[in-house]
């Protein structure tokens, strides 16, 4: 019999961590095997994925798993804490709206040693923003010149250089995509994407081949 169910909540800064799906697998493995720990009387009922700095308060997705876990009297689950948040006021909010939460990498500690975590992690980002200032105007004191002068310039062989490697990559995807069809006998586009998928096989920025991109790569160049 569940007696214990969960909303999972995992969170990454970047819209690019996000489509790559760096950061939420090992979230995911952290909050299932969680889960898992607990026996067979507990599940993750619902899942949810935000996108967003852990700088800000107004995360709505966050928000939406905290009226879910109201509503069907489940327990919010992060991998980790600063999965949250690292703002202790944010926070006590949480806990105020008595829901209850558990981190999986600390999942005895209590209301206190929340406080206590969080509020040290609020004041280590708060010295590494001083720190990072006070380096940054006593090098413009020494005279240093932050970024690229020569900007102009690295532009255009950053630009090439890349569609270089664009090309390169698209003429080994090109002939990988060959020989799958010559092995398989495949000539549908949909089932040529379907087999490079089941390989593994990504495209240039990392993920799975649509029909579309399957025709795309085999125009002449």
Known sequence: MITKRYISYLRVSTTRQGESGLG????????????????????????FVEVESGKRSDRPVLAEAVRECKAKGCILLVAKLDRLSRNLHFVTALQNSKVDFVAADNPHATPFLIHILVAVAEHERTMISVRTKAALEAARKRGVTFGNPQYRDAIPKANKAWKKLAADRNTELRRTVTEVMEKTGLTKLAEIANALNLRGIKTNRGCQFTPTQVHRLLQPT
Do not use: Y
Not at 25 to 33: D, F, G, K, P
């Open 24 to 47: 939420l697998e090992a979230q995911r493995a952290a909050v299932t095997n969680f889960v898992c720990s607990m026996g067979p009387e507990a599940e993750i009922v619902r899942e």
